[in-house]
């Protein structure tokens, strides 16, 4: 008995895939896809799981297509995460023993080695094998590596040499994110949250109260004019600090930043906000002020005080207005100091009050003073007696007087928060000295890339967007870091090249991974790897035959064709790697083109493995199947939209896979006579083999499934419904079973190989010859004539619904002649409107007068309402109603269980036969 198995075929097809997706230079068209390599730091889940099926669904299709696919993949360990967790089990912090134990099911032996970071990274790099290889994705292993391979360090070197020559590598003090508690700058995938934040600088202006400083961190010292007072936050404990000896009060947390930012800092005592209210300071550019309290000082932001410009800026203003209802501080008034078109004097109470906004917590202030902050920057004017500037010079020029002259100092805060360590800790900015930048702010370097980006095929189109911006809003990257894995950096053995500085050329090293590894690492100068990625001839290179074989892989699979990744990856890692690889590689091996996917929902909730919302990827194969889990994923969503897995809806694809076993067992020995349908059947069978093809071709795995899966489905189902009675089919069936098995082969390839064992197919499925449609077999005489029925069956079944009685016989009333030439006459005219004028010209229609009219009007709203691929062929070929119908009358009997009549409406006397058209008889129920 064979029954459906998944297990079973999982099995067989591992066994016959040992080595099958190995790839070698050959005389075929090459196809090399590649995806970001995972950081094996946990187990996968169901949204790496596609990941890395996009890339296979497409290297399966065009392996099938005949090209040389090469799909490798490797493990990048760099870095300090997994120091974090080998510290943090050492050290049996709960919650990470609860991950990595109970929802990684990681077994004790093995997590009680965790507390060496790279047995974490060798245990998970091997999981991935594993459950890669159990998803069928078709990788060729032997290419695999670490990041921290010697081998692969050398290969770093010389690729950081040519970035060195080229003069991107550069050393300077720069603020950057830093973690204190890993004493380490924090990149991208070293945060919990915050990844979007960005590093900005204030300007802090120095009020005198007594014998300290009081700053207050301003992006518009300009506006120092209009200040009518400071703002504090009563509920706050502030602190009174020596910074660089002399007194400021700052908040605590101000304290400990201005420590990372080239301060001395030394707290003295804690002073309580509410004892600072009404107290005054003062500032040579505007005078004497108070100190007003308000609840939304936030302590986290900079100094933890600000400035109150109530004339320019609408918070300020409606804090004042507020204090003002309640009778205080009445005396005080906005003081306007830009005039700015489209505003009225005090732009801030114009906005304010034209935007209807009653109070502080209006979620329209924000973008209520970014619109006034724009417009102000943008075409704002100083008043003459504040020198009559244009506010974008006079911010710089009044910061430069500030700091000269007032005491003022620059001062760094994100301009989001929180920014949060993946150790737990709140993330700072920190100057750091001595340290290593690329410098991605060059101009030149920006314009190679955005040259190159033009040249390349970027899916979905919408992303190139992103990617421009991306370019253009790079600044320099601390490329450095002190503690964790990875390379040392060759100026600095000191320090370590951090992780998205590693991973950007390495599709280049998959090329010769294999190959290098037969070479002593000492000898891998970086001579070497110029005779092998560049060709550059010099004496005594060694091995030069193992070179040679590795210069000709590296000449067939370069450059890549497409790589795939995740959309948060463009503003790092996915624009990085062509900034590396303008400076390293000749045009013609730079990237061809890129995928960039969605995200990964569970349950509609972002997938996040931080936070333990997700769906371990093997325990969905073990579950569902492999087939499944990949059908599902393909089929949910297109690569570049959101996916959300549901077990409910996983179910149902499990079943669809079942009944296409069912289908293809029943039917692969069917033996019959090809008939009409037959031809029908393979007629459609062309449009689904060019529509999965084209939509494959374009990386629409959901729109490929549409056609393969669904589309064949619902012929099958209509076939069988108009197959004689006790007909099992034709011979044809054989055919359609084989074209479907490889149209779906890419999606499902273990049920996939199974099936075409079945089928007596050659070899494997994975090397079978994809199906190509064959125009001679397209038949649009018999497509249109199914059309015709399945539509008017559709009519009946639904007028019976409509009329709730036992019908006693079905008349079908055909349109007659002339309205088969108005329908066409319409069908053909470029336009619509006119057209019944025109056809009111001809003398026999106008003698028909009102019915003519009535018809055309209705010819008209049939064709708008019926698919372009029905109306064009009708234009074309017409069909006989007649004879379709009366070759059709055996099964429209069967189907409805009464006597079917067809006739002609013209010589029906029934009231309805006269609303007949071309294909839509009239249909009278009795
Ligand atoms: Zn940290």
């Known amino acids: 008995m064979n029954a459906f198995d998944p297990g079973k075929f999982e099995e067989e097809a591992q066994e016959r895939w040992t080595h099958a997706f190995e790839s070698n230079p050959s005389k075929l068209e090459k196809c090399y896809l590649t995806v970001a390599y995972p950081y094996p730091s946990g187990a996968m889940h169901v949204g790496h799981g596609r990941t890395y099926i996009v890339p296979d669904v497409i290297a399966r299709f065009w392996r099938m297509r005949g ?9 990048h360990v760099t870095g300090a995460p997994v120091i974090g967790i080998s510290k943090r089990i050492a050290k049996n912090d709960p919650q990470t023993i609860h991950l990595y134990r109970d929802l990684y099911k990681v077994p004790q032996n093995v997590l009680e080695e965790f507390t060496d970071p790279l047995t974490i990274v060798r245990h998970f790099a091997s999981e991935y094998q594993r459950v890669m290889t159990a998803c069928g994705i078709s990788i060729d292993w032997r290419r695999k590596f670490t990041t921290v391979d010697p081998t692969y360090s050398k290969f770093i070197e010389w690729q950081w040499k040519h970035l060195f020559e080229a003069g991107h590598v550069i050393k300077g003090a720069h603020p950057v994110r830093y973690c ?80 990372l930012q080239d301060h001395t800092v030394e707290v003295q005592e804690e002073i309580a906000g509410r004892d600072l209210i009404d107290k005054s300071v003062s500032h040579p550019l505007c005078g004497k002020v108070p100190i007003l309290p308000a609840d939304f000082v936030d302590p986290d932001m900079a100094s933890g005080l600000v400035m109150s410009v109530p004339a320019h800026a609408p918070f300020d203003y409606i804090a004042l ?22 505003y009225g004097e005090i732009p801030a109470q114009d906005a304010v009050d034209k935007a209807g906004i009653t109070h502080q917590m209006d979620s329209r202030m924000d973008a209520l003073t970014q619109e006034i902050y724009s417009a102000e920057f943008s075409k704002g004017k100083l008043f003459d007696r504040y020198g009559g500037k244009p506010v974008r010079v006079a911010r710089d020029d009044i910061a430069a007087l500030m700091i000269g002259k007032f005491a003022s100092e620059i001062m760094y805060e994100f301009d989001t928060r929180p920014v949060v360590c993946r150790c737990g800790n709140r993330v700072k900015v920190k100057i750091l000295h001595d340290q290593w930048f690329l410098k991605y702010s060059d101009p030149a370097w920006k314009k190679q890339v955005s040259n190159h980006l033009g040249d390349m095929a970027l899916v979905p189109p ?46 280049a090293y998959y ?77 013609d091996k730079l990237p061809k083109g890129m995928v960039v996917f969605g995200m990964g929902l569970l349950n509609g909730a972002k997938m996040s493995s931080s936070k333990g919302n997700v769906f371990l990827l093997e325990d969905a194969v073990s579950d569902f199947g492999a087939d499944t889990v990949r059908m599902f994923l393909m089929g949910s969503a297109e690569p570049w939209q959101d996916f959300d897995w549901r077990n409910e809806l996983v179910i149902s694809t499990k079943k669809q896979i079942e009944r296409l076993f069912n289908t293809v067992l029943e039917s692969k020995d069917a033996d019959g006579e090809p008939h009409d349908i037959d031809r029908w059947l393979i007629s459609r069978l062309q449009s689904h083999i060019e529509r999965t093809t084209e939509a494959l071709t374009n990386f629409q795995t959901r729109q490929a499934l549409q056609e393969a899966y669904f589309g064949i489905d619902s012929d099958l189902k209509w076939y069988r419904r108009r197959l004689a009675e ?12 084989s074209v479907w098995i490889r149209l779906l082969a890419p ?133 006989n109603e007649k004879a379709v119908f009366e070759a059709a009358k055996i099964f429209l009997e069967k189907e409805f269980g009464v006597p079917v009549h067809i006739t002609d409406a013209e010589s029906s006397e ?3 036969a006269a609303t007949a058209l071309p294909f839509k008889p009239a249909i009278i129920i009795e």
């Open 726 to 737: 006790n007909s099992d089919g034709s011979r044809e069936l054989h055919t359609l079973c």
């Open 462 to 507: 919408e992303v190139r967007l992103e990617f421009d911006r991306t370019v253009d809003w790079l600044k320099d990257w601390a490329c450095t870091r002190r503690v964790g894995l990875g390379t040392r950096f060759p100026w600095d053995t000191t320090q370590l090249i951090e992780p998205l500085s590693d991973s950007t050329i390495y599709m």
């Open 321 to 342: 207005r507020d204090l003002q209802r309640a009778g205080k501080y009445t005396q005080i008034k906005p003081v306007p100091l830009i005039k700015v078109e489209g």
């Open 511 to 587: 090329t010769i991974a294999h190959k290098i590894r037969d070479i002593d690492p000492r000898l891998l100068t970086p001579e070497v790897f110029d005779y092998i990625f560049l060709g550059k001839e010099s004496i005594e290179l060694p091995e030069k035959k193992k070179l040679e074989a590795m210069r000709k892989e590296f000449l067939y699979w370069y450059p890549y064709n497409f790589r795939f990744s995740a959309k948060d990856l463009i503003s790092n890692h996915l624009t990085f790697q062509l900034f590396h690889h303008v400076t390293i590689f000749p045009k």
């Open 910 to 912: 029934h009231a309805k």
């Open 747 to 879: 999606f499902i390839p273990f049920t996939g190989e199974h099936l075409w064992k079945e089928l007596a197919g050659e070899g494997l499925v994975s090397f079978a010859p994809w199906p190509v449609a064959n125009k001679k077999l397209i038949n649009t005489r018999i497509e249109l004539a199914e059309e015709l029925i399945s539509r008017t069956v559709e009519d009946i079944e639904s007028i019976r619904k409509l009329i709730q009685m036992t019908p006693k016989s079905i008349t079908i009333s055909l349109a007659p002649v002339w309205k088969h030439e108005i329908f066409l006459l319409i069908a053909k005219s470029n336009d619509r409107n006119t057209v019944i004028k025109e056809i009111m010209k001809d003398d026999a229609m106008r003698k028909r007068g009102r019915e003519a009219t009535d018809a055309a009007k209705q010819c008209t709203t049939l064709i708008h309402r019926l698919p372009p691929h029905v109306v064009e062929p009708l234009v074309r070929e017409q069909i």
């Open 67 to 75: 090209k040389q696919v090469l799909y490798p993949m490797a493990f």
């Open 180 to 259: 204190t508690v890993d004493d380490n700058p924090v990149g991208d995938h070293d945060l919990l949250e915050g990844d979007n934040a960005e590093v900005i600088k204030f300007t802090l202006v120095m009020f005198q109260h007594g014998d300290a400083f009081i700053p207050t961190a301003t992006l518009r010292p300009e506006t120092i004019y209009g200040v009518t007072n400071i703002w504090v936050n009563p509920n706050v404990t502030y602190v009174r600090a020596l910074v660089d000896g002399s007194a400021w009060i700052i908040s605590q947390e101000a304290a400990e930043k201005l420590a």
